[in-house]
């Protein structure tokens, strides 16, 4: 059964960024939600609208400002890099457009490579891994490279990564940028999948309405700033 408390809650975020004439830009302005835990939320904006540097706050790889971010009732606001990293190994499994796994490194190896930050014994790993794989239909290519797998089987090995870290949730960064549309929507039916029958929290980041209506909710952000929070609308108008 899906847990209904508030696992992210970001209250009056705001983030800016030094510019080289001196000074500062600001790039998000004030943004307040909360994500419960099993929920399948999309964040949506075009290019500079925000989304991305939200993204990395929820990921924590970025500081706010100012405001306030709480994770799993924990303040990671003003954690250190080194604080931060703990959080990210322990909360956050993290799916990027480009796949981001180690060219010539196996595909267990990969899904490992998490879990060896954790200390587990070479044996656990391996277990674990391969469990994983199971889990995303790949248990047949432990041995290949990515250089040797499709697209979407390379997406697959960095969810089945993600998920090796048994991550509160999963943050997919344009998952399907990098797929045709055939594969980009096995993925985001896969990524369903995991929500409807794990209870995973997921949360995408897309610029695309299309990609967006998998998910059960949208949060639409435009200049820095929410415009648009609930469930996912007929179509783009109601944004």
């Known amino acids: 059964m899906k847990e209904s408390k508030n696992i992210i809650s970001m209250n009056k975020i705001c983030k800016s960024f030094p510019v080289e004439m001196g000074g500062q830009q600001q790039v998000l302005f004030d943004l307040t939600f909360d994500i419960k835990a099993g929920e399948f939320v999309s964040i949506m904006g075009p290019?500079?609208?925000g989304k991305s540097t939200c993204m990395n706050?929820?990921?924590a790889l970025d500081t706010p400002t100012s405001g306030t971010y709480k994770l799993y009732n924990k303040d990671v606001t003003n954690l250190t890099p080194d604080e931060l990293a703990i959080i990210r190994n322990e909360y956050i499994g993290f799916v990027f457009q480009n796949f981001n796994l180690l060219?010539?490194?196996?595909?267990?190896?990969?899904?490992?490579?998490?879990l060896m930050y954790r200390g587990l014994p070479m044996d656990e790993r391996i277990q674990h891994a391969r469990a994983m794989l199971k889990r995303v239909g790949l248990e047949k290519f432990e041995t290949y490279l990515p250089t040797q797998?499709?697209?979407?089987m390379k997406q697959r090995v960095a969810i089945a990564r993600a998920l090796a870290g048994n991550p509160k949730v999963i943050l997919a960064d344009e998952p399907t940028g990098a797929l045709d549309s055939k594969m980009g929507n096995e993925i985001l039916d896969f990524f369903n999948k995991l929500n409807k029958d794990m209870g995973i929290t997921i949360i995408m980041i897309t610029h695309e309405f299309d990609i967006?209506?998998?998910?059960?909710?949208l949060i639409h952000i435009?200049?820095?700033r929410i415009n648009y929070d609930g469930k996912i609308p007929k179509d783009e108008k109601g944004l």
């Open 47 to 49: 290019s500079g609208s």
């Open 57 to 59: 706050i929820i990921g």
């Open 103 to 114: 060219p010539k490194r196996s595909v267990l190896d990969n899904i490992m490579l998490p």
């Open 149 to 152: 797998l499709s697209g979407g």
């Open 212 to 217: 967006a209506k998998y998910s059960n909710r």
């Open 222 to 224: 435009r200049d820095g």
